[in-house]
């Protein structure tokens, strides 16, 4: 589906949708983004920050300097998760991956957000990751330490916020299966599940296999939690591993 990185210089010049992702870290909002576009088998170039890029390129391209971003023609920077699954509808139509059902797509969208907005599980786990940094007075105010500060409250509100989340997926995922639906949601496949899938990297990663992630950082991104642990046993990983090698790409590449 997807073609070559290229650097955002020449990207800049190319028709077509271009995907702006972060390199060599499992960040689940850019493996999301090109999740979605693969199973909708839209074709799009892969864009990185190349060696030797300034790091304004990206400001300059897309007026912002956080990743992803979906650039498509000459049409406004998609950056958000939200304003990237409705590009992605609008150009890969089926399969969708919205219900079209309003109480279903209110409650897809209530639970994406869950994962992938603030204080959701991808940010409450970036909040733990970097509570040490956070905790410092003069956090730089050109990286995330910036951009990620928080209240000690808020960090220490991280860990329970998790298990919250993931005890809304175990309900829906118990009710779906009770129904005979084979997804979070129901019998078809939505952008939920293809987030629960990139998401839960975060808390167990995929075998060195399947992602190669270098060992020094591997058990940074997984959970030490007993309660976290006991949640994802019921479940949540079985589907993350059956949502992947059913629709998703194998191995991941970082």
Same mark, same amino acid.
């Given at each position: 589906?997807?073609?070559?990185?290229?650097?955002?210089?020449?990207?800049?010049?190319?028709?077509?949708?271009?995907?702006? !992702?972060?390199?060599?870290?499992?960040?689940?909002?850019?493996?999301?983004?090109?999740?979605?576009?693969?199973?909708?088998?839209?074709?799009?170039?892969?864009?990185?920050?190349?060696?030797?890029?300034?790091?304004?390129?990206?400001?300059?391209?897309?007026?912002?300097?956080?990743?992803?971003?979906?650039?498509?023609?000459?049409?406004?920077?998609?950056?958000?998760?939200?304003?990237?699954?409705? !590009?992605?509808?609008?150009?890969?139509?089926?399969?969708?991956?919205?219900?079209?059902?309003?109480?279903?797509?209110?409650?897809?969208?209530?639970?994406?957000?869950?994962?992938?907005?603030?204080?959701?599980?991808?940010?409450?786990?970036?909040?733990?990751?970097?509570?040490?940094?956070?905790?410092?007075?003069?956090?730089?105010?050109?990286?995330?330490?910036?951009?990620?500060?928080?209240?000690?409250?808020?960090?220490?509100?991280?860990?329970?916020?998790?298990?919250?989340?993931?005890? !809304?997926?175990?309900?829906?995922?118990?009710?779906?299966?009770?129904?005979?639906?084979?997804?979070? !949601?129901?019998?078809?496949?939505?952008?939920?599940?293809?987030?629960?899938?990139?998401?839960?990297?975060?808390?167990?990663?995929?075998?060195?296999?399947?992602?190669?992630?270098?060992?020094?950082?591997?058990?940074?991104?997984?959970?030490?939690?007993?309660?976290?642990?006991?949640?994802?046993?019921?479940?949540?990983?079985?589907?993350?591993?059956?949502?992947?090698?059913?629709?998703?790409?194998?191995?991941?590449?970082?």
């Amino acid at each position: 589906m997807s073609q070559g990185f290229v650097g955002i210089q020449q990207a800049m010049d190319l028709p077509g949708l271009r995907l702006v !992702l972060l390199r060599g870290m499992p960040s689940p909002w850019s493996q999301a983004a090109r999740g979605i576009f693969h199973v909708k088998g839209v074709p799009f170039v892969k864009v990185h920050l190349a060696p030797g890029e300034p790091r304004e390129l990206l400001r300059v391209w897309t007026g912002q300097d956080a990743y992803p971003a979906a650039m498509y023609g000459n049409e406004r920077p998609r950056t958000s998760w939200e304003e990237i699954l409705w !590009l992605a509808e609008r150009l890969g139509p089926e399969p969708s991956l919205v219900p079209r059902d309003p109480e279903a797509r209110a409650q897809m969208f209530g639970l994406a957000r869950e994962l992938c907005g603030e204080m959701g599980l991808g940010w409450c786990r970036r909040l733990m990751a970097m509570a040490p940094i956070l905790a410092k007075p003069d956090a730089s105010r050109d990286g995330l330490g910036y951009k990620y500060r928080s209240s000690p409250a808020e960090v220490a509100e991280a860990e329970v916020r998790i298990r919250e989340i993931l005890g !809304l997926l175990v309900d829906r995922l118990e009710a779906s299966r009770a129904r005979g639906g084979r997804y979070l !949601l129901g019998d078809r496949l939505t952008a939920l599940d293809v987030y629960w899938a990139t998401f839960c990297n975060l808390l167990a990663p995929l075998p060195e296999a399947q992602m190669a992630l270098p060992e020094t950082l591997r058990p940074a991104f997984t959970t030490r939690d007993a309660e976290t642990r006991a949640l994802l046993d019921r479940g949540l990983l079985a589907h993350r591993d059956f949502v992947y090698e059913t629709h998703l790409e194998l191995p991941v590449e970082l």
